[in-house]
């Protein structure tokens, strides 16, 4: 039985595992949900000092802590720009990484210019404000992503999807315009990639097969894990082997 650890991604927490985990657990592996500072449960936390080095040490915090080793690290969405940094400092500690449909940077980007939603002077700018200690605190990416639903459901039970909108929370918006220390490719280690048709990340799965990382596809939409979680479980079993 194998020990996964999920990452999850902007807007959420580690409860949007829910589904997921019950499947793994049922199977007999040990599931792992940590929640970032700032998001979820941990919402009170938010502050414009946490970014991309507060979460990826939210993540080698728990590796140490759980005494975590020979890890199966599962990142989706935004938990992508995470991931790279964690395999740099805990490293050792895992197996191997499955990207869900996740953002996939280099080293030196800010998420928002990086996936057009803004220019990288203003993104440049706004993180410079926060150093200043002034400017949002949160992004208003769940609110964001609630508007998106009302034009393009997701391919989800309309009840699972309302489950999924009133649980979002913000995101920190450091993490959003922060440039990312370490990117993906730095990443030594084995990476899957499951790629969504219905997605704003296609651009990501470009730079996957860029990077020579194996792209299985998948029918769903970017929130798959929550609206597929049987579908995406089997593709990683799949993987994993």
């Given at each position: 039985?194998a020990?996964y650890?999920?990452m999850?991604?902007g807007?959420?927490?580690g409860?949007t595992?829910?589904f997921m ?7 007999g ?7 970032f500072t700032g998001?979820?449960e ?7 000092d ?19 080793t ?13 991931a ?5 400092q805990?490293?050792d ?5 499955i990207?869900l449909?996740?953002i996939?940077?280099h080293a ?12 990288e002077?203003?993104?440049?700018g706004?993180?410079?404000m926060?150093d ?10 769940h609110e ?7 034009e393009?459901?997701?391919m989800?039970?309309r009840?699972?999807?309302q ?6 929370s913000d995101?920190?918006?450091?993490a959003?315009?922060?440039?990312i220390?370490v ?10 990639y499951i790629?969504?048709?219905n997605t ?6 470009d730079?996957a097969?860029a990077?020579?990382w ?19 479980c089997d593709?990683i079993a799949?993987?994993?082997?």
């Open positions: 039985m020990t650890l999920l999850h991604g807007g959420m927490g409860w595992w829910k985990r019950e499947i793994l657990e049922a199977k592996h040990k599931v792992f949900t940590p929640t998001f979820g941990r919402v009170h936390l938010i502050g414009r946490v970014g991309n080095e507060t979460h990826v040490t939210d993540i080698v915090n728990v590796l140490h802590y759980e005494d975590l020979d890890v199966i690290l599962v990142a989706h969405s935004y938990a992508g720009t995470v790279p940094g964690v395999l740099a805990a490293g500690r895992i197996r191997r990484v990207y449909d996740a996939i940077p030196g980007e800010r998420i928002a210019s990086l996936l057009g939603f803004a220019s002077e203003e993104m440049a706004l993180d410079a926060l200043a200690g002034e400017g949002p605190i949160g992004s208003g990416v964001q992503q609630r508007a998106m639903a009302k393009h459901p997701h989800m039970d009840d699972r999807e489950w999924l909108l009133d649980h979002l995101q920190p918006m450091r959003t315009c922060c440039l220390p990117g993906a490719e730095s990443i030594k280690h084995p990476v899957d790629a969504a048709k704003i990340m296609t651009a990501m799965h730079r097969r990077l020579g194996p792209v299985h596809d998948h029918p769903g939409d970017h929130a798959f894990n929550v609206g597929d979680p049987e579908g995406v593709i799949k993987i994993v082997g």
